[in-house]
């Protein structure tokens, strides 16, 4: 690796733009090493409440001890001693201790206000350690991940078991909440976002939806890493998607990594890893848990072994970048480092250039698939049972006409509340809620098909996998067609273009 780049100024230097560069390039060269657990080694320390406030909260009125993240401002000193510790040990990448610093998450403990101190402060003391390694080495980069965490609320999934509709957070407070965290981690000084732990992807592409929004007004591209968690071992994420589903629904981000992060445990990931690594077109991430945790809450798995197994990913190709997730330490890192070492790096495959949408599953529009058959008994212009049901409020019935369709082969369903007795926008809503809860409903794509673009844009809130948008056109003028074709993007669907522009419909 040069020691500098070619102006002269050493890596930390860069703006972030030359530093994104250095990072794709790195990820061709070798395996990079992420970090592993911060919250495993603030737990060994057994700080109390007094530790927690510090100064700065020391007449706070709710207790603090357990909130990792006000660490950054309250110990500094302590958050700075782990990054230095995951450096020592090898690690290329450090992650900035803020995976619960959101508004949302941070709401527990009513330091919500604080939270862009949090996050600037958190970025600051990572970009201090990791300036540290590079003047000590400057032929090997270091960078800074801004971690953008899960939250402890779930866009797709409801609840409370008694109304499968009921949600706990919308998707516009998600995008509030993450925007002003990724904002001040990039002041801070981080060179990359991590979107990671992602156990409902609808968060997830709130999450992007934020980052996009901030790469418009800062006027540049900010490189991003997104991880999501497996939680089963039939393969599937907490809200359901396969792997291959969750590439798809968050592919639009344009993430320089995708990966798999916490939950099973390295040796149970492998045939996640191997989808994951079959579909996207990206570098590929890794960091698994120590193991699952045992009844005492530690976690099994030992360096030595979770080495092995992630040594046996790079000799298979699997990925980019590996590192480690709760119960891993600086031991880990050093070992699972030493492992990789003499391995080339995952060969970045081309994308094929194919339409892939999703619900649960994956759906390539392919060679393969052929004609794709779009069920539209969900759409109350086409089908007077389904308008009756809707406009009465039986949800629970209209949901059977939609799951009668994909029982018959639909591949998509096509959902429609263009009603003049309907407030459509609280139906589209409301009914996709309600599928999103149907995994035999929810494993395949939909289309929202509306003549109103609130409508539409109600429903893109609400699907977590890739759907597609009936439809656009040019109708209303260039400006707003491309207006609407780049907030579809950034809500993650395709789009169906209708031939009509502001003088009626095409000819031939």
Not at 297 to 317: H, K, Q, T
Not at 341 to 364: N, Q, T, V, Y
Not at 423 to 441: G, H, N, Q
Request: aromatic share 6%; proline share 5%; charged share 25%.
């Amino acid at each position: 690796m040069d020691k500098f780049l070619p102006d002269g100024k050493s890596f930390f230097e860069q703006p972030l733009s030359s530093r994104a560069a250095l990072f794709e390039r790195i990820l061709t060269e070798r395996i990079v090493m992420l970090d592993g657990a911060t919250g495993t080694l603030i737990q060994r320390r057994r700080l109390d409440e007094t530790t927690y406030r510090g100064k700065e909260f020391s007449s706070h009125g709710r207790d603090l001890k357990g909130n990792a993240d006000i660490l950054n401002l309250t110990q500094p000193d302590i958050v700075g001693e782990l990054h230095r510790a995951y450096l020592a040990a090898g690690a290329d990448i450090i992650q900035t201790n803020t995976f619960n610093a959101t508004a949302i998450a941070q709401a527990d403990y009513e330091t919500q206000s604080s939270v862009a101190e949090i996050n600037r402060a958190g970025a600051a003391i990572a970009r201090r350690a990791a300036d540290a390694a590079n003047r000590s080495d400057p032929a090997r980069p270091r960078f800074v991940a801004g971690v953008l965490g899960p939250t402890n609320r779930t866009a797709s999934i409801s609840p409370d078991v008694n109304d499968p509709g009921s949600r706990n957070v919308t998707f516009d407070e998600l995008v509030r909440a993450y925007g002003e965290a990724a904002r001040a981690l990039i002041e801070g000084g981080a060179d990359l976002i991590m979107i990671e732990t992602v156990f409902d992807t609808l968060n997830a592409k709130a999450a992007i939806y934020a980052v996009l929004d901030l790469e418009e007004t800062l006027g540049h591209r900010i490189p991003t890493m997104i991880s999501g968690t497996i939680t089963d071992a039939a393969g599937r994420t907490l809200s359901g998607q396969t792997p291959e589903a969750f590439w798809h629904s968050v592919g639009h981000g344009r993430p320089v990594t995708a990966g798999l992060n916490c939950a099973l445990g390295a040796h149970a990931l492998r045939p996640h890893l191997q989808a994951l690594a079959r579909t996207a077109p990206v570098a590929i991430s890794v960091h698994p848990n120590a193991g699952l945790p045992n009844a005492f809450g530690d976690y099994d798995d030992s360096p030595e072994s979770m080495a092995a197994a992630i040594r046996s990913f790079a000799e298979d190709g699997l990925v980019n970048i590996v590192g480690g997730c709760c119960g891993t330490t600086p031991e880990y890192i050093a070992l699972i480092a030493e492992a990789v070492r003499d391995l080339p790096p995952r060969k970045i495959p081309p994308s094929d250039a194919f339409c892939h949408l999703a619900g649960l599953e994956a759906l390539a529009l392919d060679k393969v698939t052929g004609f794709v058959n779009v069920g539209e008994r969900t759409n109350v212009a086409g089908s007077v049972k389904f308008r009756r049901l809707i406009v009465a409020g039986d949800h629970d019935t209209a949901l059977s006409i939609a799951r009668e369709q994909v029982i018959g082969g639909a591949q998509i369903i096509d959902v429609n509340m263009d009603e003049a007795m309907l407030d459509s926008e609280t139906a589209m809503d409301r009914f996709l809620k309600r599928v999103a809860s149907e995994p035999d409903i929810a494993r395949v794509p939909v289309m929202i098909d509306s003549s109103q673009w609130s409508v539409i844009e109600a429903g893109l809130k609400c699907l977590q996998g890739k759907g597609v948008v009936n439809s656009i056109s040019l109708k209303e003028g260039e400006e707003a067609f491309k207006d609407r074709a780049r907030t579809i993007r950034k809500y993650g669907a395709a789009a169906l273009v209708m031939a009509f522009d502001e003088q009626g419909q095409a000819d031939g």
